[in-house]
Structure formats: C-alpha cells, structure tokens
C-alpha cells in the first residue's frame, strides 16, 4: 500500500490523471497509513500551487426566505431556525467590510446571496455595491447569487467580477436526497453559464450530510471534469431547526483523508477550507498538511467564523506565504 501511494503521487506529479479505481485503492490504503496520503497530497500541493495561500472572505449579502428546501441550510423557508432576514444589505456595510478585508491582506470578496436565483432589479443593485468596491479597493471580487441566467452573469463581469461560486454541494447520486427543489444539472448549467460569460468558477461542497466517501469521490471527480478553479470544502455544521440538526460529525480522519483525495484528483485547483473550520480547529495543522491551498478567513455565511490575523499566523507558521 506504501508503494501504491508514492506511485500514485508520483503519477499526478508527472502531469497524469488518476481514475475513480485508483481513487478508491488510495480510499482504501489510508486506513493504515494515512500519514503518507497526507504528506503525498501536500507534495502535489507544494508541486502546483507552491506555499501560497489565497484567501477570501464573504457577506451575507441577502439573508433569508429561500424557497429552496435544501436540508442543510438555516435560510430555507422550510426549516424553523433563528436566521435574522434582509432583502439586501447595505451599500456602506458592504464596502467597509471590502475594504477592511483588503487592509488586512486577504485576497478575495464575496456577496452570498440567498434564495434560488436574484431577481434583475436586485442584481442591478449589487452591481452597483461592486462597481463602488472597485472604486476605493483593488480587492478581487466574486459573486454567489444562485441559478442565474447567462445575461445576468455577464452583468457581474461587466461589474468587476472575476469569479463565480456555485457549489454542487454533494455528490449527483445522493443530490437527490438533500434538495428537490433543484439539480444538480441546474448548478452545472449555472456553471456553464459563468464560464461563457469569463468568469472563473468555485465549486465544491458540503462533506459530513450523511453521504459516503465513495459520493464525496463522486463529486471530487465531477468536480474535475468541470475542470473548476476552486474547491471549497465545507464541513457540516449542524443548525438546529433543519432537518440534519442532530447529524453525527465526521472523525478527523475522514476529513483529512477526504482533503488529501481531493487534492489527488484536482491537483492543479485549490482546495479551499471553507465553513465548519472550528470543528477541525484541533488538527489544523495536520489539515493544513493534507494538500491545502486556499481557505475562506472571517466570518461564513450564518454561522461564526475566525479571526483573520489569527489565521494568517497559523498559516504562516504551516509554512504559507501571502
């Protein structure tokens, strides 16, 4: 199994590409050495993204009254949750917050908006928060706005945006289970839709929502056929009033075992730490040595985050650069 991992590493490292059945032997030799996977994935990761660490942050940009009844989210019109609702936020919040983000070095801002897609009217509206933005920040911007057509994406290009998020979450065999008000065929389309417009695309997910490790193989490989920017990867956090309050977490070694395989199969994309990081606040220094090449800082989207100089100095001390 030592020798599977190191030919496997050596294959990425070589330009190759592994497939699902080499995936799954990489699944299953990590049982027993789990350190050598994580140490091979961040061989990959120092080989194509070097010790460079991106960072972005976001705002809730529009909170609430979601028609869409995916089960993991406190904004959802289905669930009974706590979420405080706005229609959108206000323009000097926003821009304070873009330029605090810049003074203290992270690299990327994102409006989140809630809901399945924005109307016109509203979008015109964060059009215009972006075009501010870039007047008084050279911050680079991003946008996750939902299902939104072709036109509206050239819109945010034409307003500065550079990259578009929009997550398959999970895995398309287990989608399904999760949300029925959408598909995953329609995130795919969105996809679409961002890259003709040129905007670069994020797209990852949520891992710990009852799915295997086998589906979140699925989605990592979906993931590079998209041939996507950037991999966020979120770990679930439980919020109470949706239908996965009381979902069991994962162990640490799912997590790093599901990092260091994404890493394997997206080598040249950044793997982004995402939401849910203070659960795996306790070993993010082995997270950080499991192929790593990204992390969102600050707050998330409804739940509490990180502080952001914190996070830089323990990136810095993993050996990261800005």
Request: with cysteine; glycine share 8%; aromatic share 6%.
């Amino acid at each position: 199994m030592e020798k599977l991992i190191d030919d496997l590493r050596d294959k990425v490292l070589a330009g190759g590409q592994i497939i699902s059945g080499e995936a799954m032997k990489l699944m299953v030799a990590q049982e027993n050495h789990l350190d050598q996977l994580c140490a091979a994935a961040d061989v990959i990761r120092q080989h194509y993204k070097g010790d460079f660490m991106e960072t972005c942050s976001i705002l809730n940009a529009r909170s609430g009254r979601c028609t869409e009844n995916c089960k993991w989210c406190s904004q959802s019109m289905f669930h009974k949750t706590e979420i405080e609702e706005y229609e959108l936020v206000d323009l000097a919040l926003a821009q304070n917050q873009a330029n605090e983000n810049a003074e203290k070095g992270v690299h990327r801002f994102s409006l989140v908006t809630s809901g399945r897609a924005l109307s016109n009217k509203n979008l015109d509206q964060l059009c215009g928060v972006y075009q501010s933005i870039r007047q008084k920040s050279n911050i680079h911007l991003c946008a996750s706005m939902g299902l939104l057509r072709q036109e509206q994406m050239h819109k945010l290009k034409a307003a500065g945006v550079g990259h578009y998020h929009c997550n398959l979450e999970t895995a398309p065999s287990y989608f399904s289970q999760l949300c029925t008000t959408h598909t995953i065929e329609e995130k795919v389309k969105t996809i679409g839709y961002a890259k003709e417009a040129g905007l670069r695309v994020c797209s990852g997910g949520i891992i710990g929502m009852g799915e295997t490790m086998t589906q979140r193989l699925e989605m990592a490989f979906m993931l590079s056929d998209l041939a996507v920017d950037s991999i966020p990867i979120n770990i679930l956090t439980p919020i109470e009033g949706t239908p996965l309050e009381g979902t069991a977490p994962l162990s640490d070694e799912e997590v790093l075992v599901t990092l260091a395989l994404f890493r394997f199969i997206n080598p040249t994309t950044h793997i982004r730490l995402a939401g849910g990081r203070n659960r795996i606040s306790h070993i993010l220094n082995r997270v950080l040595k499991a192929g790593v090449s990204a992390a969102m800082v600050g707050d998330y989207l409804t739940t509490l985050g990180s502080n952001i100089e914190e996070d830089k100095a323990a990136f810095s001390k993993a050996g990261f650069r800005f």
